[in-house]
Every structure is written in C-alpha cells, then in structure tokens.
C-alpha cells in the first residue's frame, strides 16, 4: 500500500506538536486547569472548601454542638511546603466557611490589642466598665498542616501536597476529628519548545 | 563538522569576512562583564573589600534582566544587597535569581533558545551560553534567602528556604549517584573523576589544590549548620537533628556540630546515636539535652563567621592535540590558580571574657574548585569542537591561496584568537570560608566581640532565655559586615 506523501508530514507534524508544550497536569483528574506545579489559589480554595464540607457533614459535629454552637478557635495554617504560601489567606478561608455554616461561634483574636485598650480605657473612665476575665473560653482548637514532598525522575516531576486537619477538645485534651487531603501534580518537560 | 573545502572566497567576501572578524571583536570587547571576575571585582568586589558602598542597583538590575547570565547577576545583587542589610531588596534579587534559575530548568530538553545559544558557543565560545548555576551555587542561594526572611520577621518564610536549600542538596546527590552508576556500568569500578583527559594535568592540578580534601562539590555544612539553628528556632527539633547529623557527616571535626548532635539526640531520646557520639567525642558527651533544666533558662547565641572572597576563575591555554585536523590545537579552559589560604578562627567573647573560638565548617572555594572539574570534560569537548571548526576555517583559507585567501586566513586567525576565551563566570560575591560558634550563656543585654587577625567585631546584643541570637559576621579583606538576628 502506498501512503500518501502529505499524511506522513501531517503525521509528523502531529508527533512534533505533541512533543512541544511542557505539561502540567493533576495525578487526579480535577475539573481546574493546573498551570504549574506551585501551589496557587485554586488549590487552596478546593483544599479548604473540601476539609471544611469533611468536618460539618461529620457526625461529632452533631454531638458537640446539641448545646447551641460551640465556641471554636482556628489556629494558623502550620506551612510546611517549598513554597511561600500566605496561610493567613488560607486560614481566613476556612474560619469565613465555618462562621457561614453557623455550626459554630467564634472570637475575633485579631483585635486582641484594640480591645485590651478599649477595656483599659474603660477601667479608667467607664461608669460601668466590663470587667476583665469574663470571656468565654473557647472548647475546641482547629489545627491544620500542609506539607509537600517533591520527586524529580528525568523530565517528570511530582509534587504531592498533603493538607491535614485537626478537631482538639481542649477540655478533655481528645482530638475527636481529622481528615487529611491530598494533592498531586505531575509536570513533564517538554523534548522540543521554545 | 565543518567542511574546509567548500568554502569559497572571492575578494569581496573576503573584506565581508574582515569586516564580520572586526565586528566579532569589537562584540567581544564590549561591556564591563566581558571578562566577569575584572567587571565584578571594578563595580563591586573592589568597594565591597574596602567597605564602601556599592551600586548594586545600578550594576546588576539590567543585566540580571537581560543578559544570558540573568541568574549569575541576579544572585551577585541578592548578595551584595545582603551585605549592605537591604534585606527587601536582597530577598527581591535572589527571587528573580530563582525565576531564571527555573526558567532554565523548565525549558525543553531541545529548545530553540538552547540549541542557538549552544550553536553561538560553537563558533564563538563558552560564555555564550547561558549560566548555569552550579548545585553549590543553588544552595547557598536559598540558605541566605533564608537570612533574609529571618532578617525580615519572617520565621516561617525562613523555614520555607531552608526546605529548599536542603532538596537542592538532595536533588544534587541523587543526580551525582546517577553520574557515578552511568560511569561503572561503562566501565568497570571507574568514577567519573577518573575519567580525566590525560592532556589537562594542569588544569586539574589546579583545580585539585583548590579543592583540597573536599570530595563532593555540593555537600555543604554550613548550610545544613543555618538550617538546624532555623528548625530549632522554629520548634522542629527531629527536622534540626536529621541537619545536624547531615553538618557532622560533612565536618565530623567541628565541635559545635558535636554538642549540637549530642544535645538534640539527648532530647529525642536518639539512644545508639548517643552511644556512637560519646564514644567519637568524649569532649561533647557532657552536653545537657536541649530544653532540660540546665538550658532552659539559657539563651543561645550563635555567631556564623564568613571569611574571604571565593577566589575567581582564572584562564589557561593549553595545546591539545586534535586528531580530526591532524594538528596541535590552542585551548582555554578556566581553572583555579592558587588554592585558598586555610580558615582563621576567630575568638568570640563575650562582656570581655573569652569563650571559645569559631570552628570552620564549609571551604567555599573547595566547593567551587570541586564543581568546575566536575564540569570539565563538557567544557572541553565544546572547546575541542570549537578548535576543529575554527581550525578548519583557516586550513580552508589558506588552501583557497592568493590575495584574498591569506586575508581571509589572517581574519580567521585574529578571530580565533580573539574569541577563544574561557568562561571565568561563577558568583564571585561568595565568602571563601565559613566558620562557626554556638553556646548557651546568660540571657540579657550583652556585648559580644569577635577578634583574629584581621578587623575584629564588637556590638552589644540582645540575648533572651530559651531563644537564639545569631550574629553574622563577613569579614572581606578592611571590611567587617555584620547583622544581629534575635528569634521572633
């Protein structure tokens, strides 16, 4: 059989094509498009969104809570990766998805400073100042992890991020939930490009 | 190969090929880099020995940009800036170092960009190409990006760059393993140092002075030493031990390393370590375990002493015989002329009463002497290619005869000449020697002084129970930069 001359270099043309762009895809199929192997802003929203759905759908959160929402506080994200990741920005993420689900109560620990000033200033000058050590104190510590490993084997690279959650009754000193979420991200470096 | 015969001259391509030589030279000769250490050493080295100040701005910002060694010129600025305490701006450089660096990774296995510059190496030579940045290189990058972020209040950032440092070191011995397997699967029990080229004894006479007893080009203690005291700073005691560990297997004779290894092995309950360690340093078994009652109201304080410019690359030309054209060819290769004086402790006091002096920990110049002959036979089959072409060219001129041919022949030659030159990159702003020293003493406000042979170090510092102080000192030449780091 004789193939014609134009399907060969169309063929060709095909392979070379192929072998052009440098990829990055999810080990996992995921609906997001990945752009690089880093850790970026998608990621960050599935990965709390996702540990967040985890925690509310459990059935702990029904014993803890029969009381009336418990009084919650949600500790930094622990950043253990290569990269520099605003986990401020992650924490915040998660602590909005929990005061949205009204599963919980929280205290802002963020304008700690103003409000000592504005209890000191009421000592001094209030006609009926709040008194000082009348706070709730919070039941239960949320504590997260993200950590990374990263493999390199000739043009592939693997990066696998593992995003871990933690439930801590403070009372009893029990952790009474975790769940854990993985990420991985392969890339592969391109034979032909630019 | 290039094929001498088929080129053919006429007069007036013959003054088109002058014009082209004249123009190559005049290429050459341009700019303050074209020879890196004389450039580095007028717009930087030279102020940075006396103390003045730089213009690392001026200097590095365009050609950390635009040139092919954007990532070289990068780190120079990152460090210079380091030097003069802008840590906004060091951090800034030494990112954009990291993007090129990146960049050059990623690019495709045959890229255009390479394939063109590897081509312009051909007919030109080696500096061309782009920089790449050596493993060592890599590592001490991340490992004063990391003083950066600790500069900056940024302890996590810190810690960050020290995971980075550490899988550039990883990612180097794994490479280096590789290396080795592919070269005893060739030929039998044979490392690749082995595998040396008979007719560049002294080249890497050179090269092995410089380098003295370090064996690996990439193992670094002074950066893993950094790490531990960060991890520590940041609570991760195991992540500390499994550095220091690394440090003592690097530098088994530096005693600091040795009461660190005992302190954080006493504490994490290491038992055969322990046994090991008390039986190979009977000076540090008496080391309390870190956080036990006899530390906890201590504070640490830990000085990292650089001493020194790492010394530059410096040119050789040596005859090669080049069996393709039946000739004794001229090449240039860089090497190290002379090797690096050896370290000079310093003594550390402290309000006036001497405590102990510095250990060194880390030869920078071995490291870089190590790497280059690693990198040789790829720089001398380049330089052999271009010795073939070149000398080809000419053979091809003076074959054509006539007027025109020996001017042809005499512009090939100027060219060779002129363009046959040995690439003398590396990062020049690095310390020779690294040294350190590290002690628990009573917390408060102190004066620590540093004194050796050259200018001595004195300032007060802030020492708080249970944290560490680091105090960096670089000594180059009249010159002493310093910053004092207190744990957030």
């Given at each position: 059989m004789k193939i014609p001359l134009n399907w060969i270099a169309a063929a060709a043309l095909a392979a070379l094509l192929a072998g052009c762009a440098t990829t990055v895809e999810y080990g996992d199929a995921t609906s997001s498009k990945p752009i690089s192997t880093s850790f970026g802003s998608s990621d960050l929203q599935q990965i709390a969104a996702t540990m967040v759905d985890s925690m509310l759908a459990d059935e702990v959160l029904q014993d803890i809570s029969q009381a009336g929402p418990p009084l919650l506080i949600v500790d930094k994200v622990k950043n253990k990766t290569m990269q520099h990741i605003d986990t401020e920005s992650v924490t915040d993420s998660i602590r909005t998805k929990l005061i949205r689900s009204r599963k919980f109560s929280f205290q802002d620990r963020t304008t700690e400073a103003a409000l000592q000033e504005e209890l000191a200033y009421q000592q001094a000058a209030a006609k009926d100042p709040i008194a000082g050590g009348q706070q709730d104190a919070p039941r239960?510590?949320?504590?997260?992890?993200?950590?990374?490993?990263?493999?390199?084997?000739?043009?592939?690279k693997d990066v696998y991020y593992k995003f871990t959650m933690s439930l801590r009754d403070l009372q009893s000193g029990r952790l009474i939930w975790a769940d854990e979420k993985e990420i991985r991200k392969q890339k592969t470096r391109s034979v032909f490009g630019g | 190969m290039v094929e001498g015969r088929s080129i053919s001259v006429n007069l007036q391509k013959g003054l088109r090929t002058v014009l082209a030589a004249g123009l190559a030279l005049a290429a050459a000769g341009c700019g303050t880099f074209n020879h890196y250490p004389l450039g580095m050493e007028q717009t930087t080295l030279g102020p940075l020995r006396t103390g003045q100040q730089t213009d690392y701005r001026k200097t590095f910002r365009k050609r950390a940009k635009k040139s092919n060694a954007g990532a070289l010129f990068a780190l120079e600025w990152g460090r210079t800036a380091q030097l003069a305490g802008d840590f906004k701006a060091s951090r800034d450089a030494f990112e954009k170092a990291f993007a090129a660096i990146e960049d050059l990774d990623n690019r495709a296995v045959v890229s255009a960009r390479g394939a063109a510059a590897q081509g312009g190496a051909v007919l030109v030579n080696d500096k061309t190409i782009p920089y790449a940045v050596p493993a060592y290189e890599r590592t001490l990058a991340h490992h004063y990006q990391a003083l950066n972020y600790l500069a900056l209040g940024d302890l996590t950032g810190a810690g960050v760059e020290v995971r980075r440092a550490n899988r550039e070191q990883e990612q180097a011995l794994q490479r280096r393993e590789k290396e080795v397997a592919k070269a005893k699967s060739k030929t039998e029990n044979v490392a690749p140092d082995d595998e040396r080229d008979p007719h560049l004894g002294a080249v890497y006479a050179g090269l092995d002075q410089a380098a003295g007893a370090v064996k690996s080009s990439f193992q670094n203690a002074a950066t893993f030493f950094t790490s531990a005291v960060i991890w520590e700073m940041l609570g991760e005691l195991n992540d500390a031990y499994i550095d220091v560990k690394k440090a003592l297997e690097i530098a088994p004779e530096n005693h600091f390393l040795q009461l660190d290894a005992v302190r954080l092995a006493k504490r994490l309950g290491m038992r055969e370590d322990l046994e090991d360690y008390e039986r190979r340093f009977p000076r540090a078994a008496k080391m309390p375990a870190a956080g036990s009652d006899k530390l906890a109201d201590k504070a640490r304080l830990v000085v990292v002493f650089e001493d020194g410019l790492v010394p530059p690359r410096v040119e050789m030309s040596i005859p090669y015989p080049l069996t393709s054209t039946d000739s004794i060819g001229m090449i240039a290769l860089p090497t190290y002329a002379a090797p690096v004086p050896p370290a000079a402790p310093v003594r550390v006091a402290l309000d006036g009463r001497p405590l102990a002096s510095t250990a060194p920990i880390c030869n920078v110049g071995a490291l870089a002497?190590?790497?280059?002959?690693?990198?040789?036979?790829?720089?001398?089959?380049?330089?052999?290619?271009?010795?073939?072409?070149?000398?080809?060219?000419?053979?091809?001129?003076?074959?054509?005869?006539?007027?025109?041919?020996?001017?042809?022949?005499?512009?090939?030659?100027?060219?060779?000449?002129?363009?046959?030159?040995?690439?003398?990159?590396?990062?020049?702003?690095?310390?020779?020697?690294?040294?350190?020293?590290?002690?628990?003493?009573?917390?408060?406000?102190?004066q620590v002084a540093l004194a050796g042979s050259g200018p001595a170090w004195a300032g007060p510092v802030t020492l708080r129970a249970g944290k560490t102080t680091l105090i960096h000192v670089t000594h180059i030449d009249l010159a002493v930069y310093s910053h004092v780091f207190v744990q957030p």
């Open positions: 239960y510590m949320l504590t997260s992890n993200l950590s990374e490993i990263e493999q390199e084997q000739g043009r592939l | 002497a190590r790497a280059l002959a690693e990198q040789m036979p790829g720089i001398l089959a380049r330089q052999l290619v271009r010795a073939v072409a070149k000398g080809a060219a000419a053979k091809a001129a003076h074959d054509q005869g006539g007027s025109a041919g020996q001017l042809v022949e005499l512009a090939v030659l100027i060219y060779s000449l002129a363009s046959e030159q040995a690439d003398l990159r590396s990062w020049l702003t690095l310390p020779a020697h690294v040294q350190v020293f590290s002690a628990y003493v009573e917390p408060g406000d102190r």
